[in-house]
Structures are given as structure tokens and as C-alpha cells.
């Protein structure tokens, strides 16, 4: 038996920001990054809260990759100020940061908390996820909790908030959404929800990504990929996610290679592997079934070619022409400041942490040590 729910209430379009205009609540703990607390950003949200006579307070301590430290110095300030409702605001680490202080201050008091997530960046999707991925910087590990009690209760999309993210960060965040949908599409735990919610933030990728890159004013485009990205978090939180985001956590904790970043990198290469495209050997009736889902991938991007295989070659091929026109370097070489030494000597350890990594587990292919090795090292040059 298989279920499938959405349980966070998501508002969108324009004008979605004004639902803070009558939240229902009293005592508002905003969590946010340095940046968006001295941004205009800030004040986009406390002005509404106003409006909605809701008293806050600011903790804006959260940094990239939400770190232990922070996230007890967080659920110290929520057990002091003890609001009814969370708002966090900001990218995947203030959004992670926020799920798990809320998550840890509740366990603490048995008392559950709304929390109200606001993306700034169309990206990880965490605003719809049970998901939430924390670090360990002195270990150089990366932890992604699960816990349904982590899901928001309410999201807002309102690509207002994206409107001033740079480039490359669009390049990178954009990336990841198409990964998270793409790895949602071919995990094992596939469903036929999952996937139409994956397929059509695949499409939306294909249209606009490279669109909203190059021209930051590009509205329709800024939002599009604000709803592809929560709609590939629907997809993934239902399906999970596989062996790239394995790979990825371990290869930005160890070498601090931003979160989409890693993941673009890696998804030429990971799709090869999964299809297993360049096992010459093979008849074509031999390769495995994520085949088909990687062609209708390709298709949903607008690549087509003669057969699978060429297809899929041909989807590869796309990859590195969207990393090319984003400006996003194709291997470990091209970052330019990573050592050659430093970073063979860390593909063991990598290895092991994304093979220990919990969304390995639902990837189309059972990777070996071995393979995940091999994919590091193609992946320097
Ligand atoms: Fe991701």
C-alpha cells in the first residue's frame, strides 16, 4: 500500500505575500540569513506582519549548510521568546535551519508550532519537504533528517522574493530543482503522483531556466521557476531522491561546492551510470528500465534522437550545454581551487559517505564502492 498527501498549504502567484497580512497568529519567531534580515527583504515580511498585528522577533544567526551550533543557538531562542508560529525566509539553509530548531524545540516542550516557509530562491523545494540536511563542519558531514513533523505548514511563493538573486546562483539553485526532479522521476520509489509532479518541473526547467539566467527581469520566467522548484519538492519528498544528491552531500561537505552546484556537476555523469550508456557490450534490450524514464526526461526537455541511447547521450549533451551556458564549471578541475592531491585522497571517504547517504538508497541502480569511485575521479577532469 502506497499513500501520497500534500500537507503543507502553499499559496502562490502574485500578491502571495500579503497572506502574512492576516496570519492567524500572535508571536511570530522569524528565522532568516544575515543577508535577508539587512535586506529590503526583511521588511517585505515584519510590514505585513504588522498589518496583521502579529509581534516578532528575528533570529538571524543562520548560515550556509545549517551547522550544529547554529541550530542549538536557534532552538535556544525559540524556547526563550516561545512564539505560536516559526516564519522562516531565505534559501535552503535558513528554510533546513528553521525545520530542525522547530523540530528540536518541540521535542523539547511537546508543544507543535506552526511554521510558515518562504523561499528566496527557486531551488531546494524545502518549503514542501520533511526533509531537512544539517552539517557537521568539524567531521566535514553532511546529515539530511526525515521527519514528517518537519513539514511546514504553510509555504508562500512569491517570486517577488527571487527577484534579486544573482545569476549564479539562479544557475545553481535551477539545477538542483531539475535534479531533484529528475532523480525523483527515476528513484525506485516512483509513483504515478510523484511523477506528473516531477514531470511538469521538468518541463518548466526545459522552458525556463536558462531564461531566467540570462535575464533577471525575466518575470514569468523568475516565476516559473519559483512553482518548478516546490513542485520537484512535492515530487522528491513523496519519491526521495538518489545516488547524485549521495554524492553531492558528501562532495559539499568535504569541499564546500555549492549544494546545486555539486549536483549539476555531477548529473552527466550519474545518468550515464544509471542507464549504464556506456556499457558497450550491451544489447540494447539489456539495459535497465530507468532507461526509458531518462528518454522521457529528454523528450520533456525538448531532446530527441534516434533511439534510447542516443537520446540519453543526447541528454547528457544538453546537461553540459545548460552547465556551459550558465557558467557552471563541468568538473572538479575547472573550480580552479580545489587540490588535485587533497581531493583524490578524499574520494575514498566520499565514497563511503554517499553510499552511507540516505538518498542512495532509493537510486535506480545499486552503486557499488568501486563505481561511486570511478565517478569522482571522471568527475576531476
Ligand atoms: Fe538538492
Known amino acids: 500500500m502506497k499513500s501520497f498527501d500534500i500537507r503543507t498549504k502553499i499559496y502562490f502567484g502574485e500578491g502571495a505575500l500579503d497572506r502574512l497580512s492576516d496570519l492567524p497568529y500572535k508571536k511570530a519567531l522569524i528565522i ?87 523561499p528566496t530562491t527557486s531551488g531546494t523545494g524545502s518549503e514542501v519537504t520533511s526533509f531537512a540536511v544539517v552539517s557537521d563542519p568539524e567531521k566535514d558531514i553532511k546529515y539530511p533528517l526525515v521527519s514528517d513533523s518537519m513539514l511546514p505548514t504553510e509555504a508562500i511563493l512569491d517570486a517577488a522574493l527571487v527577484k534579486s538573486v544573482p545569476a549564479n546562483v539562479t544557475a545553481d539553485t535551477g539545477m538542483d530543482v531539475l535534479t531533484h526532479a529528475i532523480e525523483a522521476y527515476v528513484s525506485i520509489n516512483n509513483n504515478e503522483f510523484s511523477a506528473a509532479l516531477a514531470e511538469k518541473a521538468i518541463e518548466i526547467c526545459g522552458t525556463f531556466l536558462l531564461r531566467s539566467y540570462l535575464d533577471n527581469n525575466d518575470e514569468h520566467a523568475r516565476r516559473k521557476m519559483h512553482v518548478a522548484s516546490c513542485l520537484a519538492g512535492l515530487a522528491f519528498n513523496s519519491a526521495s531522491l538518489g545516488l547524485n544528491h549521495g554524492i553531492a552531500h558528501a562532495l559539499g561537505g568535504k569541499f564546500h561546492i555549492p549544494h546545486g552546484r555539486a549536483n549539476a556537476m555531477l548529473l552527466p555523469h550519474v545518468i550515464e551510470y544509471n542507464s549504464g550508456i556506456n556499457k558497450h557490450s550491451k544489447s ?51 573550480i580552479g581551487n580545489i587540490d588535485k592531491t587533497e581531493y583524490f585522497n578524499a574520494i575514498d571517504s566520499m565514497a563511503d559517505k554517499a553510499l552511507a547517504d540516505a538518498c542512495t538508497a532509493t537510486n535506480p541502480r545499486v552503486p557499488t564502492k568501486p563505481e561511486v569511485v570511478q565517478i569522482l575521479e571522471h568527475l576531476y577532469e
Not at 83 to 108: H, L, M, N, Q
Not at 291 to 320: C, H, S
Open 32 to 118: 532568516t540569513d544575515p543577508f535577508v534580515a539587512k535586506s529590503g527583504l526583511l521588511q517585505m515580511i515584519t510590514m505585513r506582519l504588522h498589518d496583521a498585528y502579529t509581534e516578532f522577533e528575528v533570529f538571524s544567526d543562520v548560515v550556509p549548510d545549517a551547522p550544529i551550533e547554529k541550530i542549538s543557538l536557534g532552538v535556544k531562542k525559540m524556547l526563550e521568546y516561545d512564539p505560536d508560529c516559526v516564519i522562516t525566509v531565505g534559501g535552503g539553509s535558513a528554510i533546513d535551519s528553521a525545520k530542525s530548531i522547530r523540530e528540536f524545540a518541540s521535542r523539547s516542550t511537546g508543544r507543535h508550532v506552526a511554521l510558515i516557509a518562504i
Open 284 to 334: 540494447q534490450k539489456e539495459y535497465p528500465k530507468c532507461v526509458e524514464k531518462y528518454v522521457n526526461v529528454a523528450k520533456l526537455l525538448g531532446v530527441n534522437n534516434f533511439n534510447e541511447i542516443t537520446t540519453i547521450r543526447a541528454l547528457v549533451g544538453w546537461m553540459q550545454f545548460m552547465m556551459k551556458e550558465m557558467n557552471i564549471p563541468i568538473s572538479i578541475s575547472q
